[in-house]
């Protein structure tokens, strides 16, 4: 089993950065690692994955909405997973969940493609 711990959150001005990190404990094979999002008052969505092992390895898929301002990345020697998020805006305001499993393709988008999840980190957009 995985275990997954985020953090990294908090209050920021619109505008500004946020680098979150998800430390990874536990043996499981899994093939990629993602984060979502939850805003009050909205279902969990689909941000950011990234290929860990196999033939697509290092591969990173993004949501439409956050291309360009966030980025994916990964140490594999500290298997540590990290969310750089730039330019921020309040509708970024939510829950920041990082999470590992083994999605194929079609569910690689999709919170039933991972069977790990943390606890989730805080964060929030405002002047």
């Known amino acids: 089993q995985v275990q997954l711990a985020e953090s990294g959150g908090g209050l920021v001005q619109p505008g500004g950065s946020l680098r979150l990190s998800c430390t990874v404990s536990?043996?499981?094979?899994?093939?990629?690692m993602g984060w979502f999002r939850q805003a009050p008052e909205k279902g969990r969505e689909f941000i950011a994955a990234i290929r860990w092992s196999g033939g697509s390895y290092g591969n990173s898929y993004y949501a439409d909405s956050v291309k360009g301002r966030f980025s994916i990345s990964r140490d594999k020697g500290t298997r540590a997973l990290y969310l750089q998020i730039d330019n921020l805006k309040p509708e970024d305001t939510a829950v920041y969940y990082c999470?590992?499993?083994?999605?194929?393709?079609?569910?690689?988008?999709?919170?039933?493609?991972?069977?790990?999840w943390g606890q989730g980190t805080q964060v929030t957009v405002s002047s």
């Open positions: 999470a590992a499993g083994r999605p194929i393709m079609s569910t690689l988008r999709t919170m039933r493609g991972y069977t790990s």
């Open positions: 536990g043996i499981a094979e899994i093939n990629a």
